[in-house]
Every structure is written in structure tokens, then in C-alpha cells.
């Protein structure tokens, strides 16, 4: 009987205990130890320290650009922008997204030949200013 008993307790030490579900991260990921967490900004760093990016230490783009200038000023002072997609030019106004960012934007169709082929594209272009979100009216 003292047998069966520590049997049953091996084997209930053997099962793993119930928990919350992990979430799944792919092999890559848990591989290159990316999906480890995220720092307090909510960016992933790397075990270092270093973003991984290959920077120099400094400001990021949105911390530069957040205060270079107001909306009304790059309403004022932008000018439309030309983009090219396969022959056809495409001009992108200034614009302020319903998001509170700055940027340029188009939409267009764009006609492209595939292999003989002439297909048309619904073509919708976003620019946004990266910091533009923080600008002051």
C-alpha cells in the first residue's frame, strides 16, 4: 500500500500544474530572445541595453520633429509633394488627419501592365509626420 502511495505521488509530481495559457511566440522570436518583454516606453530592447538599430545615442525622430514647428505653420508653409508610381505622377497635398498628425495625402487610380496586362489600382497615399501628432495648434 506504501508502494501505490508514492506512486500516486510521483505521478502527481510528475503532471504539470495547471496555469495561465503562455502566449505563443514563433520560433525566430524565441530564438533571438526578441519578444522578451518591453521596456517602460513600450519599446523591445535588446539584453544590452542598446536598441539594436545601430544609432547613435540621441533623440529619436518623433522626439526631434515633435516640436519643430505648430499645425497652422505647416498648413501655411507646406507645399504639395509629387510621388511617382510607374509612369504616373501623383501630387500629395498638405493635409491634418482626423488622428491630430500632419502629412500629405493622395488618392488615385494608377494603371500598371502585368505581363501584357493593363490592370488599374486604387492608389491611397498617407505621409504623415512622425511627431506631427504632438504639434500645438
Known amino acids: 500500500a506504501a508502494e501505490a502511495a508514492e506512486a500516486a505521488e510521483a505521478e502527481e509530481a510528475a503532471e504539470p500544474e495547471e496555469s495561465e495559457p503562455q502566449p505563443k511566440r ?7 530572445g ?18 539594436g538599430k545601430g544609432k547613435a545615442k540621441g ?7 515633435s516640436s519643430s514647428m505648430t499645425r497652422k505653420e505647416f498648413m501655411k508653409k507646406a507645399k504639395a509633394i509629387t510621388v511617382q508610381i510607374g509612369d504616373k ?6 493635409k491634418q488627419f482626423s488622428t491630430g498628425s500632419s502629412g500629405f495625402m493622395a488618392s488615385t487610380k494608377v494603371t500598371v501592365d502585368v505581363g501584357g ?20 495648434e
Not at 518591453?38 to 542598446?50: I, T
Not at 533623440?59 to 520633429?65: D, G, L, N, V, Y
Not at 505622377?89 to 498638405?94: N, S
Not at 504623415?128 to 500645438?136: D, F, T
Open 26 to 32: 514563433s520560433k525566430r522570436r524565441a530564438q533571438d
Open 34 to 51: 526578441r519578444g522578451e518583454g518591453k521596456d517602460a516606453k513600450g519599446s523591445k530592447e535588446a539584453k544590452d541595453g542598446k536598441n
Open 59 to 65: 533623440q529619436s525622430t518623433k522626439e526631434r520633429q
Open 89 to 94: 505622377k501623383i501630387k500629395a497635398e498638405p
Open 117 to 136: 496586362v493593363s490592370l488599374t489600382l486604387q492608389c491611397s497615399l498617407n505621409l504623415p509626420v512622425i511627431g506631427s501628432k504632438e504639434w500645438s
